[in-house]
């Protein structure tokens, strides 16, 4: 579908700063210039003010989703033309086939014009007007001349290679800003969290072998895989901290299911001593 541009003032997006933008082009054109203060007004944790307009103005739920997860002006501009390149280039698809399809109608109805029955077969029938050859392309037409030909195709590659290239550089950036490169000290925190994560599940694993019930220490380390990824999507100090501080409890409760059951009363121990003592 082509682009839309707004003409009713009332659809305009009205920034905090009274600019009012038109189309999804203008607002990723003026995300660069746009302030922090003016940005954080309009997306901020209780709203998003540009996914709203685009759900509802331009009714691109899809695209309102994925800018919902955006959180800088450079995940916007990138989700945005990204959009923008591939609604270009299904549009430009959809035009060549329209294109396509209306020649070879007009191919069949010529064939049908000129090979029509004579009204009377008594009389002589005159040679049948000729076929009318189709429309040549301007693909055809340079085609069927060699000197244009090597010209033509070279500026063809040209141009799609371009857009492809720009096309791979938005979607490269949109890439990066959802996933940057982790620090290193980060990195090896993770796997240090980890390897103590696996480790500890192994002793709850041993622990049930010799017959200890660590219910509530496994309980809690469940949590802790679900807890782990996000870690390593936010990359928080304060996610790192509570998946310390839910390890330090599940080893708590594990202590505590070990000291309970070394001091829990052996009731087939004492049965098997008072039977021999009865001997």
Not at 48 to 76: C, G, M, S, Y
Not at 141 to 166: C, G, N, T
């Amino acid at each position: 579908m082509p682009e839309i541009i707004l003409t009713d003032p009332a659809k305009f997006f009205w920034l905090k700063s009274g600019k009012g933008l038109r189309s999804l082009r203008e607002l990723a054109d003026y995300l660069p210039a746009m302030s922090l203060d003016e940005f954080s007004h309009h997306v901020n944790a209780q709203r998003n003010d540009f996914a709203n307009w685009v759900q509802h103005l331009f009714l691109e739920p899809e695209l309102a989703t994925t800018i919902r997860k955006a959180r800088t002006k450079d995940e916007f501009q990138s989700v945005i033309y990204t959009f923008l390149v591939r609604n270009e280039m299904e549009r430009t698809r959809q035009e060549k086939a329209a294109k396509t399809d209306s020649n070879d109608l007009n191919v069949l109805k010529d064939l049908k014009e000129g090979l029509a029955e004579p009204a009377r077969l008594n009389k002589t029938v005159a040679a049948p007007p000729p076929i009318p050859r189709p429309t040549q392309t301007d693909e055809e037409r340079v085609i069927r001349d060699p000197a244009s030909f090597s010209r033509y195709r070279e500026d063809d590659s040209q141009r799609k290679d371009a857009l492809a290239e720009k096309f791979d550089e938005i979607s490269r950036r949109f890439t990066e800003s959802l996933h940057p490169e982790t620090p290193e000290n980060i990195t090896k925190r993770l796997e240090f969290l980890d390897a103590r994560y696996r480790e500890f599940k192994s002793i709850l694993s041993e622990a049930r072998r010799l017959g200890i019930d660590p219910l509530i220490a496994d309980f809690t380390l469940r949590t802790v895989p679900a807890k782990l990824s996000y870690a390593k999507v936010t990359l928080a100090e304060e996610d790192f901290q509570r998946l310390h501080a839910t390890m330090d409890d599940a080893e708590r409760e594990l202590k505590d299911a070990i000291y309970a059951h070394r001091d829990a009363p052996n009731v087939k121990r004492d049965v098997e001593r008072l039977a021999g003592g009865t001997r």
